[in-house]
């Protein structure tokens, strides 16, 4: 059930969610990178770069959205195909040259070792079940492939991590209300972050789903971490 309209609830019911994404899809990268003051870009590049991408690769870029982050992958001369639960979403990005299908992170429509690398960026908090989500990854990830989680974490120096918090539940839907198509959406998400569990406890739910020798590193003081693992 969704807690106010065009607002997904914590409980994130896979339609619930895949209606609030369809309802801010037509706006979504411009409202992102207002809120980030311009630093998604910076974590797009990032998570390439973190990735370690060949040419001639596959590579899964899961939640993808409108395909900016499949593009940036793209960069590095892998063929990568961005894949969303959200048609509102990839319909949204349908100007990007670049593989799109429609399935659900839970369930992925691949065959198994299918791809050399995988990246989730800032949607596996917003899977109903992300353990299942990251076992899913890893079946359809070769052994050996690697795969980077790009998501938003707890910052490290506790200061700046309450500023950050009260951010996310003040600012950050004050802003979407003059930016965004669905502001509403955006309290949910501010909500999905403080709720998102911290950096270890992270890296332990990636060992238990099957990836190897997880590590991590902060991004922008821990507001985001790239957390790295190995198909075992």
């Known amino acids: 059930m969704t807690s106010a309209p065009g607002r997904a609830s914590l409980a994130k019911d896979p339609h619930d969610v895949a209606s609030m994404f369809d309802g801010v899809a037509g706006r ?17 590049t990032a998570t390439r770069r973190e990735l370690q991408l060949r040419s001639g690769e596959r590579v ?20 990568c195909v961005a894949t969303d639960f959200s ?27 299918a791809f050399d690398a995988a990246t989730i960026s800032f949607g596996l908090r917003n899977v109903v079940d992300p353990t299942a989500a990251l076992r899913e990854l890893a079946r359809v990830t070769r052994p050996g ?14 200061p700046f991590q309450v500023v950050y918090l009260e951010y996310l539940m003040r600012a950050l839907p004050w802003v979407a209300q003059r930016v965004s198509s669905n502001p509403a959406a955006y309290v949910y998400l501010a909500e999905s972050i403080r709720a998102w569990p911290a950096q270890a406890a992270l890296a332990d739910i990636l060992g238990a789903a099957g990836w190897a ?14 957390h790295h693992g190995i198909r075992a």
């Not at 990005?93 to 065959?111: E, S």
């Not at 020798?213 to 790239?226: D, F, K, Q, S, Y």
């Open 28 to 44: 979504y990268d411009l409202t992102n990178t207002v809120l980030s003051g311009g630093l998604d870009r910076y974590w797009r």
């Open 60 to 79: 899964l870029d899961l939640a993808a959205g409108t395909g900016v982050s499949t593009v940036e992958l793209a960069k590095s001369g892998a063929w």
């Open 87 to 113: 048609k509102g979403m990839l319909s949204a990005g349908r100007q990007r040259r670049v593989p799109k299908v429609a399935g659900d992170a839970t369930a992925l429509p691949y065959a198994d070792a």
């Open 145 to 158: 492939g690697r795969l980077v989680v790009c998501e938003f974490s707890t910052p490290v120096w506790r």
């Open 213 to 226: 020798e997880v590590t991590w590193r902060n991004l922008t003081g821990g507001i985001v971490a790239l």
